[in-house]
């Protein structure tokens, strides 16, 4: 059987698109016009990047810190938070402060690239951006980060164990038992909320997805789940148009999650020692990939790694 070619490049005569840097890229796109915005996401996936697309800026903030892009394709013009405002207040956020923020917009007048520029922008492109304009600006992430081997935007995260085992929370209990502090260390935390959502899944969901990662950012957890959309909610999305399909996905995911949400909310009490403010869902029918953010009422006290 052949291959399936995948997506061409016109500019190149039919030849398959390639990845444009030999480094994957973190890449958010942030438009209200969810067509739009869900073509581009397909687009900078097609070469060779891990994508996630949200439809406006206020839940943007959010799923920047969450997802902790290399690279953030901004339009402008949106309902709610506008582009240029929510650059000004990512800029504020010192882990934002160097991240490339690329505007795309469909307002062709010199004086609107100027407030984007002024409001933090490092370049604007016009919709529709060109193929080779949407390369080049991968292409000057992707060597700033192979450059150094990291990107020098934001701080790496330090890798978690929570990303690489499954610590079942009788382990955990354990685990705590045996130490005078009673505190697990972060990593092991981590892996027991892997561990938990998994669970979840098997018993309440009907099914069963390893790519999940969690991890802790002062008093918020973020936790990540890859891939996790059922056939039926595929096909739902395209049996119906865009809009419907995306809405009733969301919908029936986050109607679940709040029938678990106490479930969920003891779970992260256990592991992490801290009750939950609140819980944030958000889930890309681009990628697949689905975030559930919990707000801590503070920041939880760790085990030191080292400690015995």
């Known amino acids: 059987m052949r291959p399936t070619p995948g997506p061409t490049n016109p500019d190149l005569k039919g030849e398959p698109l390639m990845p444009t840097t030999e480094k994957t890229l973190r890449v958010l796109i942030v438009d209200d016009n969810r067509d739009g915005a869900d073509a581009l996401g397909l687009l900078v996936e097609a070469l060779g990047n891990q994508v996630h697309v949200t439809y406006g800026g206020t839940q943007a903030l ?19 938070m506008d582009g240029c405002d929510l650059v000004k207040r990512l800029r504020q956020i010192s882990s934002f402060a160097r991240t490339k923020i690329v505007a795309v917009t469909g307002l062709k007048d010199e004086q609107y690239k100027t407030l984007a520029m002024q409001a933090g922008c490092d370049s604007v492109l016009i919709k529709p951006a060109a193929l080779t304009e949407i390369q080049a600006v991968l292409a000057s992430v992707g060597l700033e980060v192979s450059d150094t081997g990291q990107s020098p935007k934001r701080p790496q995260a330090r890798p978690s164990l929570g990303a690489e085992r499954r610590l079942p929370m009788e382990d955990a209990r354990r685990i705590r038992s045996e130490r005078p502090s009673r505190n697990l260390t972060q990593a092991e935390c981590e892996a027991a909320i892997c561990d938990g959502i998994i669970r979840f899944q098997e018993e309440y969901l009907g099914w069963r997805s390893e790519q999940i990662l969690s991890h802790f950012l002062k008093d918020l957890l973020v936790v990540r789940i890859r891939g996790a959309l059922t056939l039926a909610e595929r096909q739902l999305g395209k049996s119906l148009s865009p809009d419907k399909g995306r809405d009733l996905i969301k919908q029936a995911r986050k109607q679940l999650l709040e029938l678990a949400r106490p479930m969920l909310e003891s779970l992260v009490h256990e592991a992490a020692g801290m009750k939950v403010l609140s819980m944030h869902h958000d889930i890309s029918t681009v990628t697949g990939e689905e975030f559930v953010i919990f707000s801590l009422i503070e920041t939880p006290c760790f085990e030191s790694p080292h400690g015995k």
Request: hydrophobic share 60%; glycine share 6%; net charge negative.
């Open 62 to 80: 959010d799923v920047a810190t969450a997802f902790r892009p290399d690279l953030m394709l901004v339009d402008l013009v949106m309902p709610g």
